[in-house]
């Protein structure tokens, strides 16, 4: 297939494009286990962070990425910059781009942003999480770490659970494992539901019980504590107990069904305290391969001229 | 002596239409109405529709205040070239006309205005819900209209006192039935497309319950009401119960709201962020019904220019509004399965009653009325582009939209103010 120009959604690469980036996440994961892990696959690119939230994991996630790639890198740091001293998003953009990035990793806190930068940039365009829209690279990261662990997305049930309405990994999750062939069913309480999903493909259960039982993948998102004060959950001990992984219920799960939780988690709220380890998850295996599947990312947005299979180490490259 | 003749054309006012010529004389009133009229001053109508001019509800026109954005001279050369020969400049959210001065302010502004600017006044101080505006010493100076663009109103309780207080005059209470407080969080309809988006929506039943709660207060106090701004199919339907019960009030709705969807929001561009929200296409086409069954009062533009910046915003943080001025009647034209009679009631003559302003504005024309006209020529395929708008702002939602009908001539009280679509100003 020809290369997206860009990666704000998951739909800008379809059901061919998330195949194409797992099927090449596999030689990043030969490359990261080798005893040099760097690759000169993007030697001489420039890849510009513009995080307009904060953000740890997935801003950490693209940094090693890049750099096991050889990239050049450029933290346009938000805080502390002109953004500050009221810097619109255009001059910003405009900016960085004149001094030459091949892309521009954005997180904002606004839906569409990355839609929005091709206007001001030609530069290739790669969403780390806008609004409650979309979050595309946890997404593949996901269904990379699924294949993993279960062989395939194709035909598993995947049950996701907690805060849907203002999750932009569950909205990139049920477009990304229903183009592949997933059954998905979300658990959530009605006022974290999206308030309109006639036309979403998947079942919403109620009863927590029924639905854990069904699970091959049991995704569990995160709760975050201002739900309550906006009165969407009475507390989180009663979210907890109706929507979180207590004992009783963790023994309801299949022994082949693995857990999974974008990150980062609320000790004793998705999982309640009592449980003292969440057997089956592969919540470290998703941290891993996000930075696999990020190098997969970056490689084909912006590699050229070797393919996979000749990635070799800069020092063996005679 | 006939100074302006517009010859050819096919006249349609409240009356019905004939095919007649109008003659306009120096003093800029209506002179002579027959055919075969002659003059200095020949305006060609030749298959156009000749009729009263538009009268506009609800304009922004960001002064004082906001220049950069929007003046009285640029908000209404915008008004003339979309036919309009009257405006009701409504208070801004951040410019409250709460005070004789405030008043008077503007009134000062007429001298630059290219057409008729009625001015309202603010409901309340400041239009911050709390306090209530002077209306007897506005409505003193002439104001006949007062409204809060954006009701702040914590509780019904200050709905009804001012609607009580307000009796007193013989004024209307213009209110749109949308809540600051609701509009705080929300971007958009609250819908499918909301939800696919993850972007937070207002519920149209918001809409359709506070239609509900200003309808009864209405009802209550008797003072008249006109509500802006309808988007919900049920609330016009809620109006046009109340109306056959007797109670004082009429309603609106605005282009946009029986032409676009909340599908345009899929490209996150501010044009399409507006208040109330792009509704559901199902809503589209019941409101069209509304129209066309006759239980809506005007069409309104809710001309609200935003600064060129506005545009690079992030959706989430745009400000609502677009402008329309230019392409209200075009969009009625296009859109709606009415008669030029119709769409012109809704346009000119019952905005101009509603306004309290149907002895100089649409109605009918005939001898010695000032000739305040506008010429239609239905035939004519355009796409609007909203840089090349006479509004300081680009902001349309119509961008390369394509429309049938456009004005040829506007003439204010005897002026030809736009010729062969052309600012002669």
Redesign the interface.
Known sequence: MSSPQHIRGIDDLGKEGIIEILELSDHFLEVSSRRIPKVPVLRGKTLAWLFYEDSTRTRLSFEKAAKRLSADTMNFSVSSSSVKKGE???DTVETISAMGVDAIVVR??????P??LPKWTDAAIINAGD???EHPTQSLADCYTITQKLGDVSGKRIVIVGDI????VA?SNIKAFTMLGASVALVAPPTLL???????PVDVIGDFDTAIKEADVLYLLRMQHERQEEALVPSLREYTNQYGLTIERSRLLQKSSIIMHPGPMNRGVEVSGEVPEIQNAVITNQVENGVIVRMAVLYHLLGSGVTPTEIQNEDNND | MIETVIKGGTVVDQTGNKEVDVGIGNDGNILSIGPDLTGNNIIDAAGCVVAPGLVDLNSHFRQPGDEETETVESGTRSAILGGYTAVVAMPGIDAAVDSAAAVREIQALRNEALCHVEIAGSLTAGCKGEELAPIGEMAGLGVRFFTDPLPRFPNDLLVRRVMEYASNFDVTIALPPISALTMAQAHMH???V??????P?V?IEEEELMTYRFLKMCQLTGTRMHLQQLSSPNAIELVAAAKSEGVPVTCEVSPHHFSLTDEAVE??QQRYKLLPPLRAKSHVESIKECIVKGNVDAIATCHSPNPP?AE??????APFGGIGLETALAVSLTELDSNIEQILSLLSWMPADIAGIGDSHGGVLSIGRPGNIVVIDKSVIWKPVGSEMASKSNNTPFEGYPLKGKVRHTIVNGEVVVLNGEAQR
């Open positions: 619109s998003l255009r904002h806190k606004s839906v569409g942003v839609w929005m609004g409650a829209h309405k203002h999750s932009r909205r999206p308030p309109s999903m006639a036309d979403w | 609250e819908g499918a909301s939800s696919h988006l993850g972007i929506g519920s490209t996150f910046h690079d915003l992030p959706f989430e943080e």
